[in-house]
Nanobody
Framework: QVQLVESGGGSVQAGGSLRLSCAAF????????MGWFRQAPGKEREGVAT???????SYADSVKGRFTISQDNAKNTLYLAINSVKPEDTATYYC??????????????????WGQGTQVTVSS
């Protein structure tokens, strides 16, 4: 069974940058789609960015041009580079994985494997 472990969260000032990592353990080669999601207090979990094993990516409109998703298959690690952070980016960020193609940022309920999350706090 695939286990996902996020890291890299923390506190950052608006306009700054950070990079989140998600290490996959177990049968990670079976995971076709990988993604980043976030949940702010009092809000529903939302998709941020996804990538599939062919390298196709999708992004939420709110993060296009600022966030970049990438993966290192040799290290079984997923990344999210966050630039020009805004206070509204404050949330717990979750890594997710699924063995199917075609899961974009609008498919939160369908992802089968989730990490425990890492907190990102942006101060103005």
């Amino acid at each position: 069974q695939v286990q996902l472990v996020e890291s890299g969260g923390g506190s950052v000032q608006a306009g700054g940058s950070l990079r989140l990592s998600c290490a996959a353990f177990g049968y990670s080669y079976s995971m076709i789609s990988m993604g980043w999601f976030r949940q702010a207090p009092g809000k529903e979990r939302e998709g941020v960015a996804t990538i599939d094993s062919d390298g196709r990516t999708s992004y939420a409109d709110s993060v296009k041009g600022r966030f970049t998703i990438s993966q290192d298959n040799a290290k079984n690690t997923l990344y999210l580079a966050i630039n020009s952070v805004k206070p509204e980016d404050t949330a717990t960020y979750y890594c997710a994985a699924d063995p199917r193609y075609g899961l974009g940022v609008s498919t939160v309920p369908f992802w089968r494997r989730w990490g425990q999350g890492t907190q990102v706090t942006v101060s103005s």
